[in-house]
């Protein structure tokens, strides 16, 4: 799992949730640190609230690095990234992603209906003009048009890229999604990128962790907290989890896809 070799001592230290873990107490950041103790001088990475750090105005205490790293690989492995999840979130990803396919096609073909039109208005003035029908007001109602044209060029081409993306196969997800699988035995990079890809959050209060993924393929409404287990361990008094769901959670997921043609890069999906 979430194992740092002999030689991190001199090394920089990875933090699989840095940038996603927060105080409970002050909604503060976590950062990690990294203290030695004991007669052997023991490396101790624990994640500590910045406001206690800084300011000494929070009491909430630290939570050992490895200890809540690895509880939440061990629940992204499971609700994620196991076979049986990525089937149900393979088919929910393809369902809106076609949804959304079908909004942007027709999005495109409004673009290009204005285009055509923007471009005869422009072929009208450039017409008049060469045969010498000249007036003042053309050349701020030419300014206009081009301004127009350029602003609908850049949308027209977002939609056609945004088209592209959510246009993937069911197989092609699935082996997207299969690519971060077996999180646990990967190395410490691969892991960060993988957590950093699907989980939106982790809250640390004295008695419970909240992880939120980007994805809930148990249902619930908004802000709707599942418990998970109960767990006793000494880094970190009795610990109660939570799963959170994410509020638009499809949405999340499906923008990051890369688009058709392109599922063989090695990136990760951003948001899952």
Do not use: W
Not at 17 to 30: D, E
Not at 34 to 49: A, F, I, V
Not at 243 to 262: E, I, K, T, W, Y
């Amino acid at each position: 799992m979430n194992e740092r070799g002999p030689g991190a001592n001199k090394a920089k230290e990875t933090y699989l949730l840095s940038g996603l873990i927060f105080c409970g107490k002050c909604n503060s950041a976590m950062v990690g640190n990294r203290r030695y103790s004991g007669r052997n001088k023991d490396k101790y990475l624990s994640y500590e609230c910045s406001s206690r750090k800084r300011k000494k105005d929070c009491d909430m205490k630290s939570i050992g690095v490895e200890y809540v790293e690895n509880i939440v690989i061990e629940e992204l492995e499971k609700r994620i990234l196991s076979k049986e999840s990525i089937e149900k979130i393979a088919e929910k990803i393809y369902a809106f992603a076609q949804s959304q396919y079908s909004t942007i096609k027709n999005d495109i073909q409004t673009l290009k209906k204005e285009l055509s039109e923007i471009q005869q208005q422009i072929d009208n003035i450039v017409d008049a003009v060469a045969k010498g029908l000249f007036h003042p007001s053309f050349k701020e109602k030419m300014d206009h048009l081009e301004q127009r044209k350029e602003t609908l060029l850049r949308r027209l081409h977002e939609a056609e890229f945004q088209a592209q993306i959510n246009s993937p196969t069911i197989d092609t997800i699935k082996a997207y999604l299969l690519k971060d699988a077996d999180i646990k035995n990967k190395n410490l990079d691969e892991q960060k990128r993988i957590i950093q890809a699907y989980v939106r959050k982790v809250i640390v209060h004295e008695n419970e962790l909240e992880i939120y993924f980007i994805v809930d393929l148990n249902g619930g409404g908004e802000g709707s907290r599942t418990p998970v287990r109960n767990r006793i361990h000494q880094c970190f008094y009795g610990c109660r989890l939570h799963f959170v769901p994410s509020q638009n959670p499809l949405r999340d997921l499906s923008q990051h896809f890369p688009p058709a043609g392109l599922c063989s890069r090695s990136s990760a999906i951003g948001s899952l």
